[in-house]
């Protein structure tokens, strides 16, 4: 399978990349703003360009059986103008890519913000408990929590329309991102680790264990990540669906039943699991 991986070098795309560069099933092609021309992913080829450019995005698009669209602007606290162009025109230039190319399969990633005001009602109370006090799916009511979040509800939305509208995509997979880390804080410790290593807190600090706890609810972890990944593109069910990005955690609030039942995601980790940092 020919796969296009857009915003191949962030935390997520780098994921799949660790975790499925070298499977024989798959032949991937990165396209992302920069080229990482030494360090970790310096040997891999890059398209390098905007999504905002659709003439770039229909070229790499060419030739591809399947595209995982991560590129985009990542921040919650951006403004209107931060999102329109890579996360709005982004979209819609990977939905008209995939058409125009007639790609089977595209995978968007969209980010528990689409959902962040669950969150932000439910603060901090949320993340102390053994079990969340609620799940949530796919069909409860979006409840963005920042233009970042409208913008990705916007490309859940694009997705639906794309697939229930023309021929390509026949379909079209959302992931709602929780907490995907860079390989050193890829762990429940690790948003509460990278604070203190920055200086923002101690470790001594409520601060630390509140970040511990949010993580041990909304950590996915690379390697579930890029199964999940995997198990989007191996489905050939047609149509749209919305799957929670998030491990197996016992004290998250997003339901992974959908992701279970219809594309057989397995997640390996459980924030629980663990009672401290990696030595």
């Not at 669950?118 to 799940?135: K, M």
């Not at 601060?207 to 950590?219: D, F, H, L, S």
């Not at 690379?222 to 197996?248: K, N, Y």
């Amino acid at each position: 399978m020919n796969v296009l991986l857009t915003g191949a070098y962030g935390r997520c795309g780098t994921a799949i990349i660790d975790h499925l560069h070298d499977a024989p099933s798959y032949e991937f092609t990165y396209f992302d703003r920069n080229d990482p021309d030494d360090g970790e992913y310096g040997e891999y080829d890059t398209v390098v360009a905007d999504v905002a450019d659709a003439q770039e995005l229909r070229s790499a698009a060419a030739g591809q059986d399947a595209m995982i669209h991560l590129a985009g602007f990542p921040f919650a606290d951006g403004s209107w103008q931060d999102v329109h162009q890579p996360n709005i025109i982004g979209t819609l230039n990977a939905l008209e890519a995939a058409r125009e190319a007639e790609l089977e399969t595209v995978v968007f990633a969209s980010s528990n913000h689409v959902m962040g005001m669950y969150e932000a009602d439910n603060a901090p109370e949320l993340y102390f408990g053994s079990d969340a006090p609620f799940r949530l799916s796919d069909d409860d009511p979006i409840r963005p929590d920042s233009y970042y979040g409208v913008s990705k509800s916007f490309g859940e939305a694009l997705c639906r329309y794309y697939v229930e509208n023309y021929e390509y995509p026949k379909r079209a997979h959302a992931i709602r991102i929780c907490s995907v880390r860079m390989p050193e804080y890829d762990h429940p410790f690790g948003d509460a680790e990278n604070g203190a290593d920055s200086g923002e807190f101690d470790r001594d600090s409520e601060e630390y264990e509140q970040q511990v706890a949010r993580m041990k609810g909304m950590w996915q972890s690379r390697r579930d990540f890029a199964h999940m990944i995997e198990c989007c593109l191996q489905t050939d069910e047609p149509g749209f669906e919305i799957f929670s990005g998030v491990s197996d955690n016992d004290r998250r609030w997003y339901s992974i039943e959908n992701a279970q039942e219809t594309i057989d995601y397995d997640p390996q980790d459980n924030g629980e699991e663990w009672d401290a940092p990696p030595e």
